[in-house]
């Protein structure tokens, strides 16, 4: 056993060549693993936000955990999110066309700049 690793050497008969070839596929194929998690944390955190809120809505969030009504603060923040665009829906509808409005005028004015 060696004294730095903790293990013991076992001997083999594979040539130093085949060796260096198999440990080159093994991370090869460790890094196509990795890429594929890395790749799926990434689509997760595309819904990611973060948010600041006070000591009270913290407190009302958490109050809505306590009572089984969401189980996690993030679930108990978009639910109230959610509510209050329902709530407000005719505001967002107002926004919505708005904004449909000034990305109609820009499309305008993009082709105004190009008839010149």
């Known amino acids: 056993m060696s004294e730095n690793s903790g293990t013991t050497a076992t001997p083999t008969s594979e040539p130093f060549a085949d060796q260096v070839n198999r440990l ?19 689509e997760d955190l595309t819904g990611l936000m973060v948010v600041h809120v006070g000591a009270g809505e913290r407190a009302d969030l958490d109050a809505l955990v306590e009572a089984g009504l969401a189980k996690t603060r993030a679930e108990a923040a978009l639910r109230l999110l959610a509510d209050g665009v329902k709530a ?29």
């Open 88 to 116: 407000n829906g005719t505001f967002y509808q107002r926004v919505e066309r708005t904004r449909s409005q000034i990305e109609a005028l820009k499309g305008q004015l993009k082709n105004l700049v190009g008839q010149r």
């Open 24 to 42: 080159v596929v093994e991370l090869g194929e460790m890094v196509v693993v990795v890429g594929r998690a890395a790749g799926r944390a990434a």
